[in-house]
């Protein structure tokens, strides 16, 4: 082996031993990160929504929710899982903190998806200024999921919101998402 040939092996393993590394600390993280949103396995509820009192009600429909195939012009998945998630709040006026998801696809149980601001609660719930009015519903309705692979799995959406003093408030609302498809 020449001496060219030699540094560009050397070079080749150092860079796949520095990936191999990068690689192990992602998967670390990733594990790592799951755990963290559900960090007491005797406990149904994520960490984040423990502990806060549960006055919203948030819903899903329809529940369970099964896939079917996508339009092409609609989307570049092949699948689609379609439903409205519905948010009210019976007993007075507050204001959002955040909105999002965690789903549960796999033995590691609950899994942070997605955390919507104040300001994207407002406009995918149509809730002007982020404000949940006493005995209103707010309804994202195309609270849609794309994919290519047909996988179930559960999602757990919760709001948080405060009142004018700063109390905190929670709503959350299971949807089952199946893997059989009914074409609608």
């Known amino acids: 082996m ?6 560009f092996s ?9 990936l191999t590394g990068l ?11 799951a755990q963290e949103a559900w960090t007491d396995k005797s406990r149904i509820l994520p960490t984040k929504l423990r502990l806060i009192s549960n006055t919203l009600t ?17 989307n570049q998945s092949t699948y689609v899982w379609k439903h409205s998630t519905t948010v009210c709040s019976p007993t007075q006026d507050l204001e959002i903190v955040e909105a999002g998801s965690f ?3 796999s033995p590691s149980g609950w899994q942070e998806n997605m955390q919507f601001s ?3 609660f407002a406009e995918k719930f149509n809730c002007k200024e982020g404000m949940l009015k006493k005995g209103n519903c707010y309804t994202y309705q195309k609270n849609y999921r794309y994919g290519n692979q047909l996988y179930g799995g559960d999602a757990l959406w919760y709001v948080i919101a405060k009142d004018a003093q700063g109390n905190l408030y929670k709503g959350f609302g299971i949807i089952e998402t199946e893997n059989e498809i009914q074409n609608d």
């Open 103 to 105: 789903i549960w696809y």
């Open 118 to 120: 104040k300001e994207t």
């Open 58 to 74: 948030i819903t899903h429909s329809p529940n369970p929710n099964f896939p079917s195939l996508t339009n092409v012009s609609e």
């Open 23 to 33: 690689i192990l600390v992602l998967i670390l993280q990733s594990s790592l990160h």
């Open 2 to 7: 020449d001496k060219k040939s030699f540094q």
């Open 10 to 18: 050397i070079q080749y393993f150092t860079q796949l031993k520095h």
